[in-house]
């Protein structure tokens, strides 16, 4: 069952890497579509000032905790949780479906980044059965909308950004079959190779998102003061000093 944490009323479910991948093979094999939201602080962040945002997040079907934030507010808790980094845990899910033979849609980032996935992925894992991919860039998703129902995919990875691609995923998880629903974020890119994950010990540190504001410094935005202002909050929400 759900074993899950309120950080700034946003739902963080405590599972590990294993749990989450059981947890959506069970729905797979149910015949059950379930949202997949791998959820960091930027996202809470993002949701406080959009109630709509807020919602998804609240009624998604497993938020797994990605990113090293989302790991110090649980411990200033007394919570101890794994990170699950996205690009892993959807790459493993991918990993999966190429051994059971399940059906994936990959949809989002540019066309040229989500060519070089598919052949990255491709070679890595050959018996994948890719039923549909679309670049992330469009003017009106109607179409891309029935083309991934009538693909009818096990695994629909969706590549747009947050809050974009919980907004996708949310708007058509009713219409698909037995499909694990993920918003994946910048994971195609890294897929792709064209943008260099940080080195493993970068990584085991929790400094993944000091590596990638070094190699691309218009992140540095992105995260200051986000990051710190996020770990201020969920501290002053502890304490019962609610701003
Ligand atoms: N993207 C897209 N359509 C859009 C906006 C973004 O396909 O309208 C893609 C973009 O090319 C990138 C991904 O969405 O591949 C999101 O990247 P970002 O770095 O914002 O994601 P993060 O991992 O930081 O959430």
């Given at each position: 069952m759900k074993n899950s944490i309120f950080l700034l009323n946003r739902r963080v479910d405590r599972f590990s890497f294993g749990d989450a991948t059981e947890f959506c093979l069970s729905a797979i094999n149910e015949g059950r579509s379930i949202q997949v939201i791998t959820i960091n602080p930027e996202m809470i962040m993002a949701s406080q000032g959009?109630?709509?945002?807020?919602?998804?997040i609240n009624s998604s079907d497993l938020n797994v905790p990605d990113g090293i934030g989302i790991k110090y507010a649980l411990k200033f808790r007394g919570e101890k949780i794994e990170n699950i980094r996205g690009v892993e845990f959807s790459k493993n899910l991918l990993k999966i479906a190429s051994e059971k033979d399940l059906r994936v849609a990959l949809f989002g980032a540019k066309e040229e980044v989500l060519q070089a996935?598919?052949?990255?992925?491709?070679?890595?894992?050959?018996?994948?059965?890719?039923?549909?991919?679309?670049?992330?860039?469009?003017?009106?998703?109607?179409?891309?909308?029935?083309?991934?129902?009538?693909?009818?995919?096990?695994?629909?990875?969706?590549?747009?950004?947050?809050?974009?691609?919980?907004?996708?995923?949310?708007?058509?998880?009713?219409?698909?079959?037995?499909?694990?629903?993920?918003?994946?974020?910048?994971?195609?890119?890294?897929?792709?190779?064209?943008?260099?994950?940080?080195?493993?010990?970068?990584?085991?540190?929790?400094?993944?998102?000091?590596?990638?504001?070094?190699?691309?410094?218009?992140?540095?935005?992105?995260?200051?003061?986000?990051?710190?202002?996020?770990?201020?909050?969920?501290?002053?929400?502890?304490t019962g000093n609610k701003r």
């Amino acid at each position: 069952m759900k074993n899950s944490i309120f950080l700034l009323n946003r739902r963080v479910d405590r599972f590990s890497f294993g749990d989450a991948t059981e947890f959506c093979l069970s729905a797979i094999n149910e015949g059950r579509s379930i949202q997949v939201i791998t959820i960091n602080p930027e996202m809470i962040m993002a949701s406080q000032g959009n109630n709509e945002f807020a919602q998804v997040i609240n009624s998604s079907d497993l938020n797994v905790p990605d990113g090293i934030g989302i790991k110090y507010a649980l411990k200033f808790r007394g919570e101890k949780i794994e990170n699950i980094r996205g690009v892993e845990f959807s790459k493993n899910l991918l990993k999966i479906a190429s051994e059971k033979d399940l059906r994936v849609a990959l949809f989002g980032a540019k066309e040229e980044v989500l060519q070089a996935a598919i052949q990255k992925l491709k070679e890595e894992f050959p018996t994948l059965n890719i039923v549909y991919a679309r670049n992330g860039y469009f003017d009106d998703d109607t179409v891309i909308k029935e083309e991934i129902i009538s693909a009818n995919p096990n695994i629909l990875l969706v590549a747009l950004g947050a809050p974009k691609q919980e907004f996708f995923i949310k708007s058509i998880l009713d219409k698909l079959n037995a499909c694990v629903a993920v918003g994946v974020g910048g994971s195609f890119d890294v897929y792709s190779g064209l943008v260099k994950e940080a080195p493993q010990i970068w990584q085991k540190l929790g400094l993944e998102w000091l590596y990638r504001t070094l190699i691309d410094p218009k992140r540095f935005k992105r995260i200051f003061p986000t990051l710190p202002l996020f770990l201020i909050k969920c501290i002053m929400e502890k304490t019962g000093n609610k701003r």
